[in-house]
Nanobody, 121 residues
Protein backbone atom coordinates (compact mmCIF):
# COMPACT_ATOMS: atom_id res chain seq x y z
CA UNK A 1 0.00 0.00 0.00
CA UNK A 2 1.45 3.35 -1.05
CA UNK A 3 1.31 6.05 1.60
CA UNK A 4 1.12 9.75 0.79
CA UNK A 5 2.31 12.31 3.31
CA UNK A 6 1.54 16.00 2.87
CA UNK A 7 3.25 18.93 4.52
CA UNK A 8 3.51 22.69 4.21
CA UNK A 9 0.08 23.89 5.24
CA UNK A 10 -0.44 26.79 7.59
CA UNK A 11 -1.82 30.27 8.06
CA UNK A 12 -1.06 32.99 5.55
CA UNK A 13 -2.43 36.43 4.75
CA UNK A 14 -4.38 37.07 1.59
CA UNK A 15 -2.02 37.75 -1.28
CA UNK A 16 0.68 35.56 0.24
CA UNK A 17 2.15 32.25 -0.86
CA UNK A 18 2.52 28.73 0.45
CA UNK A 19 4.05 25.57 -0.95
CA UNK A 20 2.61 22.18 -0.17
CA UNK A 21 4.55 18.96 -0.58
CA UNK A 22 3.37 15.39 -0.91
CA UNK A 23 5.73 12.43 -0.79
CA UNK A 24 4.78 8.92 -1.81
CA UNK A 25 6.32 5.92 -0.06
CA UNK A 26 6.76 4.07 -3.37
CA UNK A 27 6.66 4.66 -7.11
CA UNK A 28 3.39 6.16 -8.21
CA UNK A 29 1.96 7.38 -11.48
CA UNK A 30 -0.08 10.54 -11.89
CA UNK A 31 -0.84 12.66 -8.86
CA UNK A 32 -3.30 15.37 -7.98
CA UNK A 33 -4.36 17.84 -5.35
CA UNK A 34 -7.90 18.23 -4.10
CA UNK A 35 -9.29 20.47 -1.39
CA UNK A 36 -12.27 20.56 0.93
CA UNK A 37 -13.40 24.01 1.97
CA UNK A 38 -15.57 24.46 5.08
CA UNK A 39 -19.09 23.28 4.37
CA UNK A 40 -18.27 22.11 0.84
CA UNK A 41 -17.45 18.88 -0.91
CA UNK A 42 -13.93 17.96 -1.84
CA UNK A 43 -12.96 19.54 -5.15
CA UNK A 44 -10.26 19.11 -7.75
CA UNK A 45 -7.39 21.61 -7.66
CA UNK A 46 -4.83 20.30 -10.11
CA UNK A 47 -3.01 17.24 -11.42
CA UNK A 48 0.31 16.25 -12.93
CA UNK A 49 1.37 13.28 -14.98
CA UNK A 50 4.11 10.82 -14.06
CA UNK A 51 6.87 12.58 -15.96
CA UNK A 52 5.82 16.06 -14.92
CA UNK A 53 5.39 17.11 -18.53
CA UNK A 54 1.62 17.67 -18.36
CA UNK A 55 -0.60 19.43 -15.84
CA UNK A 56 -4.24 20.36 -15.41
CA UNK A 57 -5.81 22.96 -13.14
CA UNK A 58 -9.25 23.97 -12.02
CA UNK A 59 -10.36 27.34 -13.31
CA UNK A 60 -10.41 28.73 -9.77
CA UNK A 61 -6.65 28.30 -9.31
CA UNK A 62 -5.25 28.44 -12.84
CA UNK A 63 -2.62 31.13 -13.11
CA UNK A 64 -2.09 31.26 -9.34
CA UNK A 65 -1.18 27.68 -8.43
CA UNK A 66 1.54 25.53 -9.97
CA UNK A 67 2.03 21.79 -9.63
CA UNK A 68 5.45 20.30 -10.11
CA UNK A 69 7.26 17.07 -9.46
CA UNK A 70 10.79 16.32 -8.32
CA UNK A 71 13.24 14.39 -10.46
CA UNK A 72 12.63 11.21 -8.44
CA UNK A 73 8.94 11.67 -9.25
CA UNK A 74 7.71 10.54 -5.86
CA UNK A 75 7.26 14.04 -4.47
CA UNK A 76 4.79 16.51 -5.88
CA UNK A 77 4.51 20.17 -4.96
CA UNK A 78 1.70 22.68 -5.03
CA UNK A 79 2.98 26.24 -5.18
CA UNK A 80 0.14 28.55 -4.23
CA UNK A 81 0.52 32.25 -4.97
CA UNK A 82 -1.84 35.20 -4.64
CA UNK A 83 -3.84 33.31 -2.07
CA UNK A 84 -7.39 34.35 -1.36
CA UNK A 85 -9.66 33.75 1.62
CA UNK A 86 -11.67 31.34 -0.52
CA UNK A 87 -8.59 29.12 -0.88
CA UNK A 88 -8.99 28.20 2.80
CA UNK A 89 -9.44 24.43 2.90
CA UNK A 90 -7.93 21.12 3.82
CA UNK A 91 -5.71 20.12 0.91
CA UNK A 92 -5.35 16.47 -0.02
CA UNK A 93 -2.78 14.78 -2.18
CA UNK A 94 -3.93 11.85 -4.31
CA UNK A 95 -2.14 9.32 -6.47
CA UNK A 96 -2.90 6.71 -9.07
CA UNK A 97 -1.46 3.26 -9.62
CA UNK A 98 -1.91 3.62 -13.38
CA UNK A 99 -1.13 6.37 -15.92
CA UNK A 100 -3.65 9.06 -16.72
CA UNK A 101 -4.66 11.82 -14.38
CA UNK A 102 -8.24 12.81 -13.75
CA UNK A 103 -10.35 15.51 -12.16
CA UNK A 104 -12.42 12.87 -10.39
CA UNK A 105 -11.76 11.49 -6.92
CA UNK A 106 -12.71 7.94 -7.85
CA UNK A 107 -9.78 7.75 -10.25
CA UNK A 108 -7.25 7.87 -7.42
CA UNK A 109 -6.18 4.87 -5.38
CA UNK A 110 -4.16 6.61 -2.71
CA UNK A 111 -4.83 9.61 -0.50
CA UNK A 112 -2.92 11.63 2.02
CA UNK A 113 -4.28 12.69 5.38
CA UNK A 114 -4.73 16.31 4.36
CA UNK A 115 -3.08 19.53 5.42
CA UNK A 116 -4.90 22.68 6.53
CA UNK A 117 -4.41 25.92 4.63
CA UNK A 118 -5.97 29.02 6.15
CA UNK A 119 -5.89 32.35 4.34
CA UNK A 120 -6.78 35.38 6.42
CA UNK A 121 -8.33 38.37 4.73
Amino acid sequence: QVQLVESGGGLVQAGGSLRLSCTASADIYDMAWFRRAPGKERAFVGAINWSGSSTDYSSSVKGRFTISRDSGRNTVYLQMNSLKAEDTAVYYCAGRSAPGYSRYEYAYNYWGQGTQVTVSS
